[in-house]
């Protein structure tokens, strides 16, 4: 018997064509605000750090006159260095503290529900109250950071009064702060591993520190890489806990390129010169990103 | 009907639908602000305030704005107020005046306005306070020469609502418990050293209670360096506006005194970090600050009183601030007649303003009003911001860049020089001549 079959030829063109044009329509209503508001105002940005500026008026050409300011700004020269300082305390602390409780809490050990829940509080607290929070546990003479430190026999330190440490109690703040996230994405990524994987590692004679490092570490190679570098963009943009904690004092020692370009631009409004700044910042977040990535390439 | 013909027909119903539905949404959401964007005639006129006024003194102000909605209630003018914070708020005007969105008034500080009124986001008030009937005469003549700017055709820009001045509050149960008199605080520099000492708590060689109390970077440690360099002789600017520094090793001198209330006299810490904190709690004994403390101090229940800044140089001086109501430019400039009869109101009426809120009052009316002394905290607490404005004259340089020369600030230029003398990191000759080198550059500015 004579199936009849329906004729299903499709013109393929023409329904692509009728997609693309919905499909262009749904995207519009994110790419038109994203394009008017975060693409043009990074555009005028560059045009702007070209120029001298205070909003009132049209912006006046300068040139480079911006860029060389900067690279005579003492204060610059001093918001960069302490920003890799940051990073280089923040960002292992973090990525390694990260880790490691992520491998605590993925043992199922006892208490380690709660502890994955104290774990990430703090990161859906906002930065302005970790920061008021942390200037109170790292007052120099009623802190409760130097109290337990008494006991211990250490002298009080003068977290953030002082220069020698006021970029190590803005670190302190903002491990802490940090923390939860890394933690996180660890913790997921070893719940992925196979246990079959581990199963025959332990078989095969592996101890604990072997299976961490051959097993368990290749695997989250991908996920360090992911932390290292969101954690490096969020130390190099640094801002809120310096601004409530120390405003970048005592003498600037706390100082970061972002609190420098707000004090420039919304404190001072010298918006050029601010901008010329920012972007400089730009230009280094994407060198280290780079080079962070070439360095700790994911294997395929 | 071929598959082919059903699937274009549903495509095609579904994107006439998505683009129906995308246009009723968009009209949707656009036709409440077309229908109210035309005021109806029986609406009040809104005057728009900006204010940053946001600790004890924010409130009493909000008080002085009810209060004049109330009054006019059925007048046909209200006044809007928004808070803005302090240190975005002049960049916010601007941002507003290049948009023609300007508020019609808000608050100023003597001196500090001169890239507003360079910019014209500042309207000159002498010809609208003339036509608004306010008599200039009643006002000091001090508060009206500070709200000028001799660079602007000496216009005036600002309209003086109160006056202010750094004096020492003192913590009276310290001054007890060391034996000394409450009734004759300090009036030199000498007496002022030996109180401080007395009244400083030591242990081992930590300083716990400050006898002055000071921080080791921001606010305090320059503003006092700026007075006690005034007193000796130092000058910001000459007179003329020309000349940075005049008498720069009075200057200097002055850092070397500020350092010695850490490291000589070991009156003072440089570990306090909120300096208004650790005075409410008993962490200090003398601490020079401005009125708007006052409110918080005494509702806490602080035993303190104020006393008249002492002279530790040659001349008698100390910080003054004025605070005052400024005009912003508007795309009607009609809007400035209602905006100035609204600021001669609070004005006239500043008399809530100077008692309870913060701050002398310029107007000599009240200031003789004999309710004066009376009303308000008690004179113990007030009365030094009052009788110190007849020697607070160290204010502000009104040039554009005069910010960078403010005593009053923790973060300016001026600011973060000095943060490198207290901690050690700058010599004081490096420092005066950073300084100098900056404002010649400000002043030739213009």
């Not at chain 2, 095609?12 to 959401?29: E, F, H, I, V």
């Not at chain 2, 921080?215 to 700026?226: E, F, I």
């Not at chain 2, 809007?335 to 009052?361: M, Y």
């Amino acid at each position: 018997m004579a199936i009849a079959i329906p004729d299903i030829r499709i013109d393929a063109g023409a329904e692509r064509r009728e997609i693309d044009g919905a499909g262009y329509l749904l995207v519009a209503f994110f790419a038109l605000p994203f394009l008017l508001f975060n693409i043009l105002p990074v555009l005028f940005g560059v045009y702007v750090a070209f120029t001298r500026w205070s909003i009132v008026g049209a912006p006046k050409w300068e040139g480079t006159k911006n860029f060389i300011k900067a690279f005579h700004d003492q204060w610059v020269r001093v918001a960069f260095e302490n920003v890799l300082f940051y990073g280089a305390i923040i960002v292992p602390c973090v990525t390694v503290l990260g880790l490691l409780f992520a491998l605590f809490v993925n043992r199922g050990y006892p208490l380690s529900s709660l502890a994955r829940t104290l774990f990430f509080a703090p990161t859906v607290v906002s930065a302005t109250v970790i920061g008021l929070v942390w200037v109170w546990l790292l007052d120099t003479q009623f802190g409760l950071v130097n109290h337990y430190l008494g006991y211990l026999g250490i002298e009080p330190v003068p977290w953030l009064t002082s220069t020698r440490w006021s970029l190590v109690g803005v670190s302190i703040a903002s491990i802490w702060w940090d923390l939860g996230l890394a933690f996180v994405l660890f913790l997921a990524a070893l719940q992925d591993i196979p246990g079959e994987i581990i199963d025959a590692a332990r078989v095969d004679g592996a101890g604990r520190l072997q299976r961490f490092r051959h097993v368990i570490l290749p695997h989250l190679r991908p996920v360090i890489s992911m932390v290292v570098t969101l954690q490096l963009i969020a130390t190099l943009r640094i801002f809120s806990q310096v601004y409530v904690m120390t405003n970048g004092g005592p003498a600037s020692s706390s100082s970061s390129p972002i609190y420098y370009i707000y004090n420039l631009a919304i404190v001072q409004n010298l918006f050029g010169y601010a901008s010329a700044v920012a972007l400089l910042l730009f230009i280094l977040i994407l060198a280290v990103t780079v080079a962070q990535r070439l360095l700790l390439r994911e294997q395929t | 009907m071929s598959a082919t013909k059903l699937m274009r027909a549903a495509s095609a119903l579904n994107r006439r639908t998505l683009l129906k539905a995308a246009a009723a949404a968009g009209g949707g959401l656009a036709f409440p602000h077309i229908w109210t964007g035309r005021a109806s005639a029986a609406d009040p006129m809104e005057i728009v305030h900006w204010s940053w006024l946001a600790a004890s003194d924010g409130e009493v102000w909000a008080k002085m704005i009810q209060n004049f909605n109330d009054a006019h209630k059925d007048k046909g003018v209200q006044i809007r107020m928004e808070v803005v914070p302090e240190e975005q708020y002049v960049t916010k005007v601007l941002a507003a005046a290049a948009t023609g969105k300007a508020p019609d008034f808000g608050w100023g500080t003597a001196g500090k306005g001169a890239q507003l009124a360079r910019d014209n986001v500042t309207v000159p008030l002498d010809d609208l306070i003339k036509a608004s009937g306010l008599d200039l005469a009643d006002f000091s003549e001090s508060s009206i020469a500070a709200s000028r700017y001799p660079k602007y055709d000496n216009k005036i820009f600002m309209l003086p609502m109160d006056l202010m001045s750094l004096q020492p509050e003192i913590n009276l149960d310290h001054v007890k418990e060391a034996g000394l008199d409450p009734a004759n605080p300090p009036t030199d520099g000498d007496t002022l050293l030996e109180w401080a000492k007395k009244m400083t708590k030591v242990e081992g060689d930590k300083v716990v209670r400050s006898g002055i109390m000071m921080t080791g970077s921001g606010v305090q440690p320059t503003v006092t360096w700026g007075i006690v360099s005034a007193q000796l002789g130092f000058q910001r600017a000459s007179d003329d506006l020309k000349t940075a520094c005049v008498n720069p090793d009075a200057g200097k001198k002055a850092m070397q005194w500020v350092l010695d209330l850490f490291d000589t006299h070991k009156v003072s810490t440089r570990d306090v970090t909120d300096r208004y904190k650790a005075f409410g709690t008993g962490q200090g004994s003398i601490f020079w600050t401005g009125p708007w403390t006052l409110n918080g101090y005494v509702q806490q229940k602080l035993p303190f009183k104020t006393a008249l800044f002492p002279k530790i140089g040659d001349k008698h001086v100390t910080y003054f601030e004025g605070g005052g109501l400024e005009l912003y430019t508007q795309p009607d400039a009609a809007r400035h007649e209602a905006t100035i009869q609204a600021v001669k109101w609070l004005s006239d009426n500043s008399f809530l303003w100077t008692t309870v809120g913060r701050g002398a009052s310029p107007r000599k009316s009240i200031l003789d009003n004999p309710d004066y002394k009376k009303t308000g905290n008690s004179w113990d607490v007030r009365g030094a911001f009052v009788d110190g404005m007849s020697f607070a004259s160290v204010g502000e340089i009104p040039v554009v860049n005069g910010p960078n020369f403010t005593i009053y600030s923790g973060g300016n230029f001026l600011a973060k020089t000095l943060e490198g003398v207290w901690s050690g990191q700058t010599s004081i000759d490096d420092a005066m001549s950073q300084i100098q080198e900056q404002w010649q550059s400000d002043l030739d500015e213009g």
